[in-house]
């Protein structure tokens, strides 16, 4: 079946730094790739996504590519902002299953 | 566009009670997705309904469990009897499934508690 494996967390950095949070997938087909945020108290947010092999999904400053030889779609921010700080999860739709498929999701913790 | 909709937003319940959520979809999307969140479990996918209808319930923890979809713009995750272990925050979300993508919109979450 379906999976997405993410980096654990919580990932920890001062403001400004740069950002990447690493997503591997397995699947069969050709999936659409997915980053949705949990801000604290709140439901997933789409962030970004890309439908197909080489696509760049970008949202606030937030880049991800569909690298289909390496099946990864890491989540990169240049400058990340106290704001930021949220739980992320990396999700593939698609790719031979009707079912979605979630990472566990990666905190992110930005410090003044 | 008002975005799926939950209620209620939080609830407070006693073991052996039942507990029934509450969703509304996004207008013009067929399908519907109930999920549990835990520290513990992660996002857990409950049950997926496609055109009211339901489709996979493989997620259900156990028979306590029971969701219905009586209508496009209407759901319900009913747990009865409730117990501790159900404690969790549940989300519902819509997909328009006919568009490329498939991307989920995912309501604000009802928070649960069992005491």
């Known amino acids: 079946g379906n999976s997405v494996t993410q980096m654990e967390g919580p990932v920890t950095l001062s403001e400004e730094a740069f950002l990447t949070i690493n997503c591997t997938y397995t699947?069969?087909?050709?999936?659409?790739l997915f980053w949705y945020v949990q801000y604290p108290g709140e439901g997933l947010q789409l962030l970004l996504k890309?439908?197909?092999?080489?696509d760049k999904g970008s949202n606030k400053g937030f880049e991800a590519t569909y690298r289909k030889e390496t099946t990864s779609f890491h989540l990169e921010k240049g400058s990340v902002q106290v704001s930021d700080s949220a739980v992320y999860f990396c999700?593939?739709?698609?790719?031979?299953?009707?079912?979605?498929?979630f990472g566990r999701g990666t905190s992110l913790i930005v410090h003044p | 566009d008002a975005g799926v909709i939950q209620s209620p937003r939080h609830e407070v319940t006693e073991m052996g009670q039942e507990v029934t959520l509450r969703c509304k979809p996004i207008?013009?999307?067929?399908?519907l997705f109930w999920y549990r969140q835990t520290m513990m479990r992660g996002l857990e996918l409950l049950i997926y309904?496609?055109?009211?209808?339901?489709?996979?319930d493989s997620g259900m923890p156990e028979d306590r469990f029971s969701a219905k979809m009586p209508n496009a713009s209407f759901s319900t995750l009913k747990i009865q009897p409730s117990e501790p272990r159900d404690s969790a925050v549940y989300f519902c979300?819509?997909?328009?499934?006919?568009?490329?993508?498939?991307?989920?919109?995912f309501g604000p979450g009802t928070r649960l508690t069992v005491t």
């Open positions: 979300a819509s997909s328009p499934r006919d568009r490329e993508g498939y991307e989920q919109y």
């Open positions: 699947a069969t087909g050709y999936p659409s």
């Open positions: 890309a439908t197909k092999a080489d």
């Open positions: 999700a593939l739709f698609g790719g031979g299953s009707y079912i979605p498929t």
């Open positions: 207008s013009g999307h067929n399908s």
């Open positions: 309904f496609n055109n009211n209808v339901p489709i996979d």
